[in-house]
T-cell receptor, first 113, second 110 residues
Framework: EAGVAQSPRYKIIEKRQSVAFWCNPISGHATLYWYQQILGQGPKLLIQFQNNGVVDDSQLPKDRFSAERLKGVDSTLKIQPAKLEDSAVYLC???????????FGPGTRLTVL | RKEVEQDPGPFNVPEGATVAFNCTYSNSASQSFFWYRQDCRKEPKLLMSVYSSGNEDGRFTAQLNRASQYISLLIRDSKLSDSATYLCVVRGGATNKLIFGTGTLLAVQP
């Protein structure tokens, strides 16, 4: 079974630039998550989708971050404009439902200079 | 106070040693508990769920103490391949989101 796919794997940008990340969840998984993992910390949930609806975006910095999951499958996470403190690994995960095990993608490592 | 607290380590142990990690959580209404493993520059993967009665999976034993809001992971007969960061994870809240600790780094030495 194919896992969660993410692209790009690495991205280097300068502050104030924009960047977008893409995630393709495991086929049939209704719930999709975006996490931010800063070096030395555990992943922090940014946003959770159930199909194409947002369930929890309480920790998403909405002044600069946005995410969508059109058609309830793929998702994109955008940062505009980026700040130095956005340097992190952005992990996408999916699960069958809220209670099922979450499977993580390989992540996108973002460096903001 | 952090919602999930762990000793970041590192724990440097020889092969064959027994090592224990501890974790505390602040929300008494938390519903489910897990240990995830994260290898260097890789994604987290579920190691095991943690139940009040305690559970074992081979060399790994997890325990939960709800009264003390405390979770533990015991690794017996450590292998070089056990070297990784072990993340304590708690599920709770209205949206059942996972809350991760900062992780404990384990380095098993030959």
């Amino acid at each position: 079974e194919a896992g969660v796919a993410q692209s790009p794997r690495y991205k280097i940008i300068e502050k104030r630039q924009s960047v977008a990340f893409w995630c393709n969840p495991i086929s049939g998984h209704a719930t999709l998550y975006w996490y931010q993992q800063i070096l030395g910390q555990g992943p922090k949930l940014l946003i959770q989708f159930q199909n194409n609806g947002v369930v929890d975006d309480s920790q998403l910095p909405k002044d600069r971050f946005s995410a969508e999951r059109l058609k309830g499958v793929d998702s994109t996470l955008k940062i505009q404009p980026a700040k130095l403190e956005d340097s992190a690994v952005y992990l996408c995960a999916s699960s069958g439902t809220f209670y099922n095990e979450q499977f993580f993608g390989p992540g996108t490592r973002l460096t903001v200079l | 106070r952090k919602e999930v607290e762990q000793d970041p380590g590192p724990f440097n142990v020889p092969e064959g040693a027994t090592v224990a990690f501890n974790c505390t959580y602040s929300n008494s209404a938390s519903q489910s508990f897990f240990w995830y493993r994260q290898d260097c520059r890789k994604e987290p993967k579920l190691l095991m769920s943690v139940y009040s009665s305690g559970n074992e999976d081979g060399r790994f034993t997890a325990q939960l103490n709800r009264a003390s809001q405390y979770i533990s992971l015991l690794i017996r007969d450590s292998k070089l391949s056990d070297s990784a960061t072990y993340l304590c994870v708690v599920r709770g809240g209205a949206t059942n989101k996972l809350i991760f600790g900062t992780g404990t780094l384990l380095a098993v030495q030959p």
